[in-house]
Every structure is written in structure tokens, then in C-alpha cells.
């Protein structure tokens, strides 16, 4: 099927994404609406009686009525006449974005943004079991990341439509493909129910939590019967930073027995989102600190972190700006003693080292050695002019910008470096005016420590509030914070 392959009439094929076990996937064009779908074609050998195909046309008929946010919509089927037998096809939703099993190639998921994916897909299959509709291929390959907090399940119907026949073909028992997240009783021919979504999702978790399903072998055989008499081994053992109460969690969906695991979709999520609260996030924040999921064109979370934080801001600027001043200032001639030169320049590697992590932190060590100079300058006046007592009032005025800076840049993590610029500059100048001969530089040393040690908690318990917002944001199936991280949007 070529670039100039019209199917029905009406659906140009465009390029191919991809090819799984039950045929290829395009990008089309509907030509007569002009959007843009997917268009599967499935392997005639697949669909080569009419029964299977009648099977299949149910199966898409009954998917199609799902309607659902995580749910790719299945917009048609239909029939394209080939030489080796007619074959099916299924128009749906076209969805931008990685599977999750790009995604996995980078790596286990930071627990929290696992989580969450495995609560959308909970609740695109909660919606499905409700209308009667199973799965039975939840895997990695057919969940997507469409987005900052859009995940979409794709194949809907397929499996069921198809195992027959895929048995026949591969003469290998229930499975579809790759059979590491199949369901005991799917691997025994036995009844299958909703039952069976959730026992993939356990092995989907786990994968996702530690970059491995829970079974492996060297045949799928192998892997079959470990689903059938085997226990994982324990997802805390892979990764130590995984909450015991998901851990659990994982457990109860893996259980050999349908009805020793969760009675429905809804139950699992809850269970889950409570599994996360529970661990208060600060397991969660070991296992993983914040940071965006991965993105559709398959940027590594690390990557993208890095991407995000770098990303040109006034505040950035502002703070490279004050971290070259420093640098500046310390081979200047404008404070003359030994240690000035050293902290100045250490004080310019430090804003520039933390400047990734924040640019308010950045701003507040870099600009530091910059206001001191210029406060210790401004003071060679007042020793030319004499003292008088309306320096004083200057000083008080100074003082009180100071505090009114320091005040707005603990309060605003996005603005708070322009703040601490100010603050540095009336609060040095204030001092100067005030202390006179004092032990300015001591003063100054301790003032940059005491600001440099709160610009540094403010950091972490902003970090902390952040965390937690995403875990209630998953208990409650809002977006969170990592959401608007990977969306792009700035963390206030
Ligand atoms: N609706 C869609 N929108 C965009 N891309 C899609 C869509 N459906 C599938 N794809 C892409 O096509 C690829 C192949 O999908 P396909 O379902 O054929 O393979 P699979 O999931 O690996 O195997 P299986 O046939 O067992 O489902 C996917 O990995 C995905 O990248
Ligand atoms: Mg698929």
C-alpha cells in the first residue's frame, strides 16, 4: 500500500507509523471530513474467513460507541480488496504523541508520572468494562502520551476480534503478539473477563515502575508459564525507592486468581491514588523528582528536564547577567581586600552551577558580590561628604526596600530573582550607610549566607508543595503540577 493508496474511497494513506503483530498502522487523510486519522490495515491471514471479518466489524461497531478522553475514538471500518484476500481496515483517532513503549526505551518512569498514566488508562478501562467492552492487549505499545496530561488506549476490539485466528496462525495458545502481559486464564483458554485488563495493567505498572514486565524468558513459552505458576519478583527489589503500598498494589493485580484481584477498574485506580498519598511523596520523591513525562517525540524525561529549566527567561538572563558582573567584579579593583576576589568568583560559579535548577537561586548568590561592590563604592561618598544625619533616614528607606524584596522574591519563584537583585542593592547600600566603620564585610558574608540558606529552602519547599500537589492532582484525576512542567508551563 503506497502513498497513493485510497481505501474505501475516501481515506488517502499518508505515511506509515508503524507495524504490530496484526498489521500496519498509516497515517491518513479522511478525505471527505479533511482531518487527519490513523488507518490500520490488518494482515489478511489474520481475517481471511468471513466469519473473522464479521467478528471483527462487530467488534470495531461495538468500540466505536466508547467515548471517552483516554480512548482513541474508532471513527470506521470497512474492507480493501487485495489479492491475497479482502482486507479489513479500521479508521480511528489519529493520535500525536509516543507510546509507552517508546517511552520505556529511555528508561523506567519517575513513580509518580507512572502512576498517574496507569490511573488514565484505569479510567479509559473503567469506561470500556462498564459498556461490557475488554481490552485484552493492554500493553505499552497501545497506550499513548498524547500530551502534557492526555493518555490515550489504543485497540480497543482488536484483540477479542482476532484471538481466534491469531491462535490458529501462531498456534501459540490465546496470545496476540508479545505475551508478557497476558492473563493466566487468557493464556488457558479459559472465560476471560475484565479481570484479565487488570492483571495487564499490573505487569504494564510494573514495567513501567522498573523498566522490565514481570516475567521474561528465553521463548514466549517461557514467559507463559511463569505468568501460570511464577511470582514476579518484587518491584521493591528492582527499584528500593517504590512505595510498599503500590508495591502491594501491583501484587493484588498480578494474582493468579481473577477474583483475588481487584473486583473492577475503579477499585485498582483508587487503590492506587491512595497508594501514592499514602507514601506522602516523600518515597515518590527519592524515586523521582519532578519532573515532565516523557514527550511524544521520545525526548528522555532528563533531556526534557534539562530542556525545561534552560529554557530563555528574564529571570535567566538576569541571572547570568549578575554571575558575569560578580566575575567582573572580582578582578576589578572596586573592593580592595584578599577574600572579596575569591567570593566573588565563587559566588559566580555557584550561580551559574545552580542556574539549571533555579534562576532565583542563581540570581540571589551572582548578584550578591555585584551590589557589594557598588554599596562599597556609594560609601566612599558619604566618607568624602562627612556624616550627616539624613543618611540615616536613606539608610531606613533602604533597609525597608530591602525587606519589602526580600519578601517578594520568597513569595514569587518565577519573578524572585529581580526581587533578589533589588534586595541586594538597597539592603548592601543600607548597611553601608548605616554601619559606617563597623565590620561591613563580615555583616556582608553572613547576610549572603543567610540569603543564599533561605533562597535554598524556599527551593525545597517549593519543590515539597509541588510533589504534594501531584499527588493529591492524582487522587482527585486533575492535572498536576508535572503536567504543566511537561506542557511547558513554568512552576510557580
Ligand atoms: N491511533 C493512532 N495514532 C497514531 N499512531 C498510532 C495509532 N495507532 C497506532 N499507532 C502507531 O503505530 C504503531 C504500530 O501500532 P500497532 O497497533 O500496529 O502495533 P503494536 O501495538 O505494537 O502491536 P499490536 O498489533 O499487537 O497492537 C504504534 O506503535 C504507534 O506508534
Ligand atoms: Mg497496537
Redesign the pocket.
Known sequence: MGRDTVLGGRYELIER?????????H?GVDQRLRRTV?V?LLSPALAHDPQSRARFRREAHAAAALNHPAV?TIHDVGEEPDPDGPRPYLV????????L??ALRDGPLPVAEAINAACAVLDALGHSHERGIVHR?I?P??I?LAGPDSV?V??FG??KAFTEAATRITGSGAA???PAYLSPEQINGAEVDHRADLYAMGCLLYELLTGRPPFRGASPFAVMHQHLSAEPEPVSQLRPQIPPAVEAVIQRALRKDPEERFADAGQMRAALADALAQAAMPTVQAAAPVSPAPLRDGRTPLRERFRTSLRPSAQGALAVLGCLLSWLCARGELVETDHFGHVAVAAAVLGVVTLPWSARLSCAVGWGPVAEAVAVNSELRRANDGWDHSYVGIAALLGLTAVCCLVGAARSRERGGGSLVAFWFSATASVWYFLDDLHKLFVFYLLLSLVAGAALVWEAVGLARRRADAGRAVAEGRPSTWHRLVAGARPR
Request: net charge neutral.
Open positions: 507509523l508503524g507495524q504490530g503483530g496484526m498489521g500496519t498502522v497515517r490513523a490500520k482513541a480511528m483517532e489519529y493520535v500525536q504523541g509516543t507510546t513503549a517508546e492487549d500493553k505499545s497501545n499513548m490515550k489504543l485497540d482488536i484483540a496476540i503478539g508479545t
